[in-house]
């Protein structure tokens, strides 16, 4: 299925979704953007150690196929999950916290930035592995059909991940056992620093799949309403048992691969054309055209999320590191 967008497509989505349901999408898109740059902000300071790779730029991937989700779903993030965890709506305090690695994170301090897990979301946790939580997508894929559920699976992943052995072993098993696994590749055209096209053989990615007869769409990553409509399709197709679909989104990352990354190996031109075409402004811009928003609505979403994030900040500041004993604490299933 190649790209496909038209403006009636695009008005008749505008109309169909409730406009709460519009504020809430962009609303989550406005806190991950802030939420991201306090971070980065954060790490300048050395509050955040470790690892952290910022989501700024993908925002309408998550917000999008989170939208098209229930409650009861299931999401694997990667190590740039702090904008897939936020989407899934984790408490955005805890999330701060985490990336201090304080002990009222939402892994308790001991996973940092690069896995924040949350049972309540459904949110089966962040991984620092190129492609590692692949298999495990299949795995709670395959729990959810041993249990005769109707969840769904998502399963987020970048360009990289498509050339590791995991991802040919999880779409292979997720299509022979028709599993409920919706595959979201975010291809944000680089791994670290190098571009796709020097990565893989075949750039296009989507055709990579054709092998495993799994169904599959390309999108504009950074349409929200796009993302949203194929999501709602893709979503279904799982939940009816008829398998997997594969996603992928191309999209953008702004910044560098992690903090650590000057990114030297583009152009600010490059930068600056996706910039154009911002995820954030693009669905503003249609939001107000349509109405459905006003200037006002703007002002008190920015004011909402300013508040939001600095109240992050300053919870993640205020509380305390883990005690020495939690050493021993949440290493095995059961204490021992
Ligand atoms: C198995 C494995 N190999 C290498 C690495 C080092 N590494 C970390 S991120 C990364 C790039 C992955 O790029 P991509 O999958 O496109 O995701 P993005 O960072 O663009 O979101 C690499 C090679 C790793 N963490 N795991």
Same mark, same amino acid.
């Given at each position: 299925?190649?790209?496909t967008r038209s403006?009636?497509?695009e008005?008749? /989505? /505008?109309q169909?979704?409730?406009p709460? &349901?519009?504020?809430?999408?962009?609303r989550?898109?406005v /806190?991950?953007?802030?939420f991201?740059e306090m971070?980065?902000?954060?790490y300048?300071?050395a509050?955040i150690?470790?690892f952290?790779?910022?989501? =700024?730029?993908q925002?309408? #991937?998550?917000?999008?196929?989170?939208?098209a989700?229930?409650?009861?779903? @299931?999401v694997?993030?990667? @190590?740039?999950?702090?904008?897939?965890?936020l989407?899934a709506?984790?408490d955005p305090?805890? %999330?701060?916290?985490e990336?201090f690695?304080k002990?009222?994170g939402?892994?308790r301090?001991?996973?940092?930035?690069m896995?924040?897990f949350d049972r309540?979301k459904?949110?089966?946790?962040g991984?620092? $592995?190129?492609g590692?939580?692949?298999p495990i997508?299949?795995?709670v894929?395959?729990a959810?059909?041993?249990?005769?559920?109707?969840? #769904?699976?998502?399963c @987020?992943?970048?360009?990289?991940?498509?050339?590791?052995?995991?991802?040919h072993?999880?779409l292979n =098993?997720?299509? /022979?056992?028709?599993l409920p !696994?919706l595959?979201?590749c975010?291809n944000?055209l680089y791994?670290m620093?190098?571009?796709?096209?020097?990565?893989s053989? !075949?750039p296009?990615?989507?055709?990579r799949?054709v092998g495993?007869?799994i169904?599959?769409?390309q999108?504009?990553?950074?349409?929200l309403?796009?993302?949203?409509?194929?999501a709602?399709?893709a979503?279904q197709?799982?939940?009816?048992?008829?398998g997997p679909?594969?996603i992928?989104a191309?999209?953008y990352?702004?910044r560098?691969?992690?903090?650590?990354d000057p990114?030297?190996y583009?152009?600010?031109?490059? %930068?600056e054309e996706w910039?154009v075409r911002?995820? $954030?402004?693009r669905?503003?811009k249609?939001l107000l055209?349509?109405?459905i928003?006003?200037d006002?609505?703007?002002?008190?979403v920015?004011?909402e999320?300013?508040?939001i994030v600095? &109240?992050? !900040?300053r919870?993640?500041? &205020?509380?305390?590191?883990p005690?020495?004993h939690?050493?021993?604490?949440?290493?095995?299933a059961?204490?021992?």
């Open positions: 299925m190649a790209i403006r009636t497509a008005e008749e /989505l /505008l169909k979704i409730p709460e &349901e519009h504020l809430q999408m962009y989550s898109m /806190l991950i953007r802030r991201e971070a980065g902000k954060m300048m300071q509050a150690g470790g952290c790779h910022l989501y =700024i730029g925002e309408a #991937v998550a917000v999008g196929i989170q939208s989700l229930r409650p009861d779903d @299931y694997m993030g990667t @190590y740039r999950e702090h904008g897939q965890i989407a709506g984790s305090k805890a %999330v701060m916290a990336l690695g002990v009222t939402v892994s301090g001991k996973g940092g930035s896995h924040l309540e459904n949110f089966m946790g991984t620092a $592995i190129v590692g939580n692949l997508a299949a795995g894929g395959f959810i059909k041993y249990r005769g559920g109707d969840q #769904v699976c998502v @987020y992943f970048g360009d990289g991940a498509v050339n590791e052995g995991a991802f072993e999880s =098993i997720a299509a /022979l056992w028709k !696994v595959f979201v975010e944000n791994g620093g190098t571009q796709v096209t020097r990565a053989a !075949v296009d990615l989507e055709r799949v495993y007869g169904e599959s769409a999108v504009d990553g950074m349409d309403l796009a993302i949203r409509k194929l709602d399709t979503v197709e799982c939940r009816s048992g008829r679909f594969f992928e191309k999209t990352r702004y560098g691969h992690s903090m650590a990114a030297t583009r152009t600010k031109e490059e %930068v910039r911002d995820p $954030i402004t669905y503003e249609q055209g349509a109405g928003l006003n006002d609505d703007i002002q008190n920015s004011r999320v300013d508040e600095e &109240e992050s !900040v919870f993640a500041e &205020e509380s305390p590191l005690a020495p939690e050493l021993y604490t949440d290493v095995y059961a204490e021992i």
